[in-house]
């Protein structure tokens, strides 16, 4: 079934026909799964976050794998009785690169070992440089070293994300009064990786996602994929993607973000700081929306 998720997830994607100049993105989406029927409920790309103080005006996080979250919650909002049919449903996760964090942590096929970018932060322990490569430890999003402290990321990690959703739901705080019965993710499922080795890939992810337990929850199941392996791959060399992508069930378009600035391709700097470019993901318009 990894398979097939995976496929029908990069499929949805090929759809939305982006250009992005041959810049190297990850892809996501998250998937119904019913029996032998499988139904892509929303598709994202990004790879790059918003730094600086917070802003529920902002998509803060352009990672492919929350944006595909918040789409699906855009999903809900657009049709809430997809809710109910839904918790009768398999929910699958695939993305074509291990979730930054504590799933990035793995070894190579020549013994050496795959590091995170995302940093343990200052609050945690004194004796730790930010980039020590601690094993299940909460981290914050990857960036710059020479970046200023105030204009760094605050988000959590996809890894400590992903597990947190996994246990609370998928429909996060934002709908939980709209939506009190959780989504669980069943599955996760990751592109397989150029020199890495499968079975500790595969093991990192299921590491990273037994600490569901500590929050009372079952862990979602991991697997890899051979589909997206050729993205994985092509990320040598070439520059990150600027834009942030995302669809979900009902859009008559994908919406395209800048990655950078957390606001939609093409709005002005006027439209940006008056909140006319926001974007239909950020906290406020799922706020809006959800109280519609």
Do not use: N
Not at 41 to 50: E, I, N, P, R, W
Request: net charge positive; glycine share 8%; with cysteine.
């Amino acid at each position: 079934m990894e398979e097939r998720v995976a496929a029908a997830v990069l499929e949805a994607y090929a759809r939305l026909r982006i250009k992005d100049g041959g810049c190297w993105t990850v892809v996501a989406g998250v998937a119904a799964v019913a029996g032998d029927d499988v139904e892509v409920l929303s598709v994202a790309s990004g790879c790059k976050c918003v730094g600086g103080p917070a802003s529920p005006a902002l998509v803060r996080d352009g990672h492919a794998e929350v944006l595909a979250v918040r789409a699906l919650r855009k999903a809900l909002c657009d049709d809430p009785a997809l809710h109910a049919r839904l918790l009768a449903e398999d929910l699958w996760l695939y993305v074509t690169a291990p979730p930054c964090g504590d799933c990035a942590i793995f070894a190579l096929d020549d013994g050496a070992v795959a590091f995170t970018g995302a940093k343990l932060g200052d609050w945690r322990r004194e004796d730790l440089r930010e980039d020590d490569q601690l094993l299940g430890a909460t981290r914050l999003k990857c960036g710059r070293s020479d970046t200023a402290p105030d204009r760094r990321s605050s988000s959590l990690s996809c890894s400590d994300k992903l597990c947190r959703w996994s246990a609370r739901g998928l429909q996060g705080s934002v709908l939980k009064h709209v939506f009190p019965e959780p989504l669980v993710l069943a599955a996760v499922v990751v592109a397989r990786q150029p020199r890495a080795a499968d079975a500790s890939l595969e093991a990192a992810l299921a590491r990273s996602f037994r600490r569901c337990g500590a929050l009372g929850a079952a862990p979602p199941r991991v697997a890899l994929a051979a589909a997206g392996a050729d993205r994985a791959a092509a990320r040598a060399g070439a520059a990150p993607s600027s834009l942030a992508v995302a669809w979900w069930r009902g859009a008559a378009r994908a919406e395209v973000l800048l990655a950078h600035r957390g606001v939609r391709r093409g709005a002005t700097a006027a439209a940006a700081r008056s909140g006319a470019a926001a974007s239909a993901l950020c906290s406020d318009a799922l706020f809006a929306a959800a109280a519609a």
